[in-house]
């Protein structure tokens, strides 16, 4: 699929992506603080992915979105975040549905070993408690060293 291309989302593309996020019921970008990109198949836009940093030690892989007809396409989005993450960071966190396990298994992510980030602990309880969603999120982690 050499048309699909991944691209670094420019600022004037918040209202665009905030509507995806608003659609699947995600937090919306605060695009100061994030890496957010933009997949694109023959210059049509069907997802796109962030880094939210949490601290100068963790950060959150967050906020894939797909457009339905584009399903399994999304490892375009996770394979060029993970290739353009600055990774000055510490511990990389992501809260995928238990389905996208093994994709990110494929980037390194694992059951995390060590302490928790509350925060993250407690998006997690949250998004299987409160979110609505029909599949189980589960927290994963990447330590860089």
């Known amino acids: 699929m050499s048309d699909i291309r991944v691209r670094k989302t420019k600022e004037d593309e918040v209202i665009w992506l905030n509507s995806c996020y608003e659609k699947i019921g995600f937090k919306k970008s605060e695009f100061s603080n994030e890496f957010i990109v933009v997949a694109e198949f023959n210059n049509q836009k069907f997802g796109l992915g ?8 963790n950060c959150e892989l967050d906020g894939i979105f797909v457009d339905d007809q584009y399903r399994g396409m999304g490892i375009v989005i996770v394979s060029f975040l993970c ?7 510490k511990n990389i966190w992501c809260l995928p549905f238990e389905n996208l396990e093994g994709l990110h298994n494929e ?3 694992n059951i995390p070993k060590a302490l928790l980030l509350k925060e ?3 998006k997690n309880v949250w998004c299987n408690k409160n979110a609505g969603y029909t599949k189980k999120v589960l927290l994963l982690s990447k330590h860089m060293s």
């Open 107 to 109: 980037f390194g992510f």
């Open 120 to 122: 993250i602990f407690d």
């Open 83 to 89: 290739d353009e993450i600055d990774w000055t960071h």
């Open 50 to 57: 962030r880094f939210f940093k949490l601290d100068e030690e």
